[in-house]
């Protein structure tokens, strides 16, 4: 009984030790400061140097004009001319290689616009 629970002392250090969950959890930060347009959180959370390509249009922003995009959403959303209704990570797939990561996922966001 005691070396059960020791072992589970382990895995459940060794669970909070993974550098994956860190990275879920920031992802996870990114998708709401996405959704609320929060400038300041998504910049803190860019790595150096940024760009960002949109999956649709194929457009490529470095890090001060994808900001300054973001910033415009914060004004629809506040002005109400657009409604985020759903923001989704679907199949994220984290693969630690040093001190990086690679991250894989779908989003699936709805909203209405105008």
Do not use: C
């Not at 004004?75 to 409604?83: C, F, K, N, R, T």
């Amino acid at each position: 009984m005691g070396q059960m629970l020791i072992l589970g002392m382990i895995l459940l250090q060794t669970m909070r030790l993974d550098p994956s969950d860190d990275v879920r959890a920031a992802v996870e930060k990114f998708g709401q400061a996405y959704v609320a347009a929060d400038v300041e959180v998504l910049g803190s959370l860019l790595a150096d140097p940024y760009l960002h390509v949109n999956g649709g249009s194929g457009t490529v922003l470095d890090e001060a004009s994808w900001l300054a995009w973001i910033e415009t959403r914060r004004e629809a959303l506040d002005d109400g001319s657009l409604v985020i209704e759903t923001y989704e990570v679907e199949d994220l797939v984290i693969r630690m290689r040093r001190d990086s990561a690679i991250v894989l996922g779908i989003v699936r966001s709805t909203g209405v616009e105008n």
